[in-house]
């Protein structure tokens, strides 16, 4: 029997679905209260977004012991040269780091991940690095890496019986979970704050089929209209508070290590929004850690937009109750558009136990970067800039080695916001307070005659 919305039904031969040493891990995987204090575990099966004891965030553990690292390694090399839905998969190829499906028929993938290394030169002068590398995840299938999470999240909302599925987002989370909704047979129903919409984000979601929203509210507001609506209606909820978008999230981390043969870099640098992203790969990074799949930890830097920046300014005096949201974060970087980062305790856990460096940058620098990332023939979405604008200031102050290795994650696809592009290009972008942003980088389209002399005077000016 062929079913469109799920490919390994088709696949020739049964998937094995676990190498030796994660059936155990399986067995003791649960969800577990970050809080120390309280560290309360509950079932996989259960419905829920936060501690019901202590209201702090949850992830999925294991107890490692058991683990057979070392085959492990060599089974997702293996997986690379397997067409088999699940190990053509850039998530679900690690799947022995988060073994809690019981049957590869859950699974829904588009074949997400596998999203390339790739190293460049001028990045990296003017970061003033020798080298940088970017791990650009807007190859996936919807063009961000909310792919990674999505496809997890969605196969543990389908693993659980759940008809519907929900988010609130204007942004690539709804454009995600649309198209993985739909694949999976599920109703994806968004959320959206009226108006402020990024047109080609709301675009996809539109595509991929979602029931879409769109609500006289705020962010804040509309997500908890949200949760009481999941809590009755039975709507699976997807925001990026999910502890299963993590677990999938976290491969990104691994499909890194993986690429540079298990030499963990000095460091890896993302974005910062609501910092699920951050909470991700310090995850993954300490699990790998401590599995002995790499032998250092990479340190992790976070970057937020001068105009969204409560973790930046969290972390240059952290205290346990000392977090302050940002009332009205504005930037041009809507996708790290966030004054109340639900992750931020993860990500504080996360550095703290790697190491590493948390950053601001101006919509000037974060422009000009993005503009540098464009001509290097690899191109962003501007959230994904901000990493390379914070790491050269991290470079100016010392924080980060000019001979240093540094990963820096591309989140999202140059395509999303394009209407940025053209008027940065043109001379025409604005800050949201309407200061006018310079175009270093600018590169203007001409208007030539119709004529070959004319066109040939024009081409010997240029080079
Ligand atoms: C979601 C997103 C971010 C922010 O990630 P968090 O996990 O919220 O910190 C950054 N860039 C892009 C392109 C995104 O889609
Ligand atoms: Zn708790």
Redesign the pocket.
Known sequence: MRSSTLETASAPSPVTLYAHGAETLKASAALVCIEVACGERYALSEVLYQCPRCGSLLEVAYDWRGADSTLWKQTWRARRMDNQALNQSGVWRYREMFPFVDDAAQVVTLREGNTPLLQSPGAAQYAGLHSIAFKHQGFNPTH???DNGMTVGVTQARRIGRKRVACVST???SASMAAYASAAGLTPVIFLPHGNISFGKLSQALEYGALTLQVDANFDQILALVRQVSERSGVYLLN?INPFRIEGQKTMGLELLDQLDWQAPDWLV?????????A?FGKGFLEAYRLGLISKLPKLGVVQAEGAAPFYRFMLDPKPKGFVPETNPETLAT??R?GD?V?WPKAWNAIREAGGAVESASEQEIADAKAVIGRAGIGC?P??AATLAGIRKLVAKGVIGADEQVVAVL??SVL?DPDYIFKYHTGQLKTPGGEPIVSTFGNQPMVVPNDADAILRVLDGVA
């Not at 993302?270 to 951050?278: E, F, R």
């Open positions: 961000s890496f909310k942004g690539n989370t990026s993302v974005p910062g929004g609501n910092l699920g992203n951050t991700a996708a790290i966030i980062p992750s979405e959230a994904s989140t999202g999303k």
